[in-house]
């Protein structure tokens, strides 16, 4: 767990950069908005690799199949919510769709990694 939020962290950090040069160079790019993406899927990962941890003594496909339906139901929840209450220009929409969409796809390549991790872990 300790090795999976050390590389979340480095992810954050790496991807926050990248958001902060992107909102240097294109002037229509939101840096809060994309910051908000970055940090809702950063969450999501997090939330993800908790449950695998909870969930090692049961079957991890079931756990991890359940806690991915939870999670969407949550995130997308959370974005119409979101869309609802603050009204976010098209720019601003942009900028936090493609910033969560690359986030997503990042921490996702980390979640999998720690699952396969945990597989082999408890193989041994």
């Avoid at 950069?17 to 160079?25: F, Y």
């Avoid at 994309?34 to 991890?60: E, P, S, W």
């Avoid at 079931?62 to 119409?80: H, N």
């Amino acid at each position: 767990m300790a090795a999976f939020i050390k590389s979340l962290f480095i992810g954050i950090a790496i991807l926050g950069v990248t958001a902060v040069v992107l909102s240097k160079l294109l002037p229509n790019y939101s840096l809060s908005h994309a910051l908000v993406g970055l940090l809702l899927m950063a969450l999501n990962a997090l939330a993800a690799v908790i449950l695998f941890d909870l969930g090692k003594r049961g079957n991890l496909i079931r756990t991890s199949l359940a806690s991915m339906s939870v999670r969407f139901l949550t995130l997308a929840a959370i974005m119409i919510v979101g869309l609802e209450l603050f009204k976010p220009t098209r720019t601003e929409l942009l900028s936090f769709i493609c910033t969560a969409f690359a986030a997503y796809v990042a921490f996702q390549a980390l979640e999998i990694r720690h699952f396969i991790r945990m597989q082999a872990r408890l193989v041994r």
